[in-house]
């Protein structure tokens, strides 16, 4: 088995016995497509919300609304089928304190928002989540078992 990194603002897909991960998820948000039958998973690791929003856009990895078209794309190529994808968020921590109601400093929470809108409009199930909170996550998921792991520092592993 190979452990395939992704790094912020990327993304990657495998199949098994091939598990993904990514580092360091504070307001990011980590999205984990899987095809059960073909075992292919991919995982972006997303930043913002809405690709229309920023004028220099053309990474498509770095935006909720553009990341998960491509991670299909690059799917399916390998033998995933779009229509028995399912899906598995964590993430989208509020890492820093702040009074008011700004809507820019909720980024974390608008990238899971977005990021389940999109799912939901693509018809693509959200199994299970770890996101919110106030602390950053580490994840890796297992395309052999469709088990994510979540760790986080002086936390115990969390599996869904």
């Given at each position: 088995m190979t452990m395939i990194k992704v790094g912020m603002a990327d993304l990657n897909?495998?199949?098994?016995?091939?598990?993904l991960t990514t580092l360091g998820l504070?307001?990011?948000?980590?999205?984990?497509?899987?095809?059960?039958?073909?075992?292919?998973?991919?995982l972006a690791h997303?930043?913002?919300?809405?690709?229309?929003q920023i004028k220099k856009n053309e990474n498509k990895a770095k935006f909720a609304d553009t990341a998960i078209?491509?991670?299909?794309?690059e799917m399916e190529?390998?033998?995933?089928?779009?229509?028995?994808?399912?899906?598995k968020i964590a993430g989208g921590a509020q890492m820093f304190s702040f009074s008011g109601n700004n809507d820019m400093m909720r980024i974390g929470e608008r990238n899971a928002e977005a990021?389940?809108?999109?799912?939901?409009?693509?018809?693509?199930?959200?199994?299970a989540e770890e996101c919110?909170?106030?602390y950053g996550r580490t994840i890796e998921f297992y395309s052999e078992t469709g088990e994510l792991h979540i760790k986080t520092i002086g936390k115990e592993i969390k599996i869904i």
């Open positions: 897909v495998c199949k098994s016995p091939d598990a504070g307001s990011c948000i980590g999205i984990i497509l899987y095809d059960q039958r073909t075992k292919v998973s991919g997303i930043m913002l919300p809405d690709s229309t078209y491509e991670l299909i794309k190529k390998i033998g995933a089928h779009k229509s028995r994808l399912v899906s990021t389940r809108k999109l799912l939901k409009e693509l018809g693509i199930p959200l199994l919110g909170k106030n």
